[in-house]
């Protein structure tokens, strides 16, 4: 059974859009960036692949507001994806000229803050690709959302 490490280190998961393009594969971390002026700070990053040079996504920790688990807590990201007839199963990306169908019990939607003036962050939509991890990401994000601090603050304190 992963522990908090499955977390730190990543984990791959499908990630579905909102409104437009299709499900794709992101790997997600926790990631500590040593800042200049706040000191260390902690993020929750997405990229393509585990060695992946650049980050598709970064959000602080501290605009971290909850997950919540299950297709019905975000129709706009999932419902257009489910299986007709078979709210089980989703499709999920393309592999090899096919689209995966996997099991929709493994949906989380990760909730953020509003960053600032005009900077919104998006809700993450995903898909776990296995139980004991999306067991862990949620409780690892439900602890931290009720932790979470103000970004303004040196973590170390």
Same mark, same amino acid.
């Given at each position: 059974r992963p522990e908090g490490g499955a977390v730190f280190s990543g984990a791959y998961f499908v990630k579905f859009p909102f409104k437009h393009g299709s499900p794709h594969e992101r790997y997600l971390r926790l990631?500590?960036?040593? /800042?200049?002026?706040y000191g260390p700070q902690p993020y929750l990053e997405? %990229?393509?692949h585990r060695d992946a040079v650049g980050v598709k996504g970064r959000a602080h920790l501290s605009l971290l507001r909850?997950? %919540?688990?299950?297709? =019905?807590?975000?129709?706009? =990201?999932? %419902?257009?994806? &489910?299986v007709p007839g078979d709210a089980s199963q989703i499709r999920g990306p393309v &592999?090899? /000229?096919?689209? =995966?169908? &996997?099991?929709s019990r493994l949906?989380? /939607?990760?909730?953020? =803050? *509003?960053?600032?003036?005009? *900077?919104?962050?998006?809700p993450v939509a995903l898909l776990a690709l296995d139980e004991d991890i999306f067991q862990c990401w949620v409780t690892v994000l439900h602890f931290l959302s009720v932790m979470a601090v103000p970004a303004t603050t040196n973590a170390t304190q």
């Open positions: 990631h500590v960036i040593d /800042t200049d002026y997405w %990229s393509t909850g997950v %919540s688990v299950g297709v =019905a807590a975000n129709p706009s =990201a999932f %419902s257009r994806f &489910l &592999l090899n /000229t096919t689209r =995966a169908v &996997l099991p949906a989380m /939607t990760i909730v953020f =803050a *509003q960053a600032g003036a005009g *900077q919104l962050i998006e």
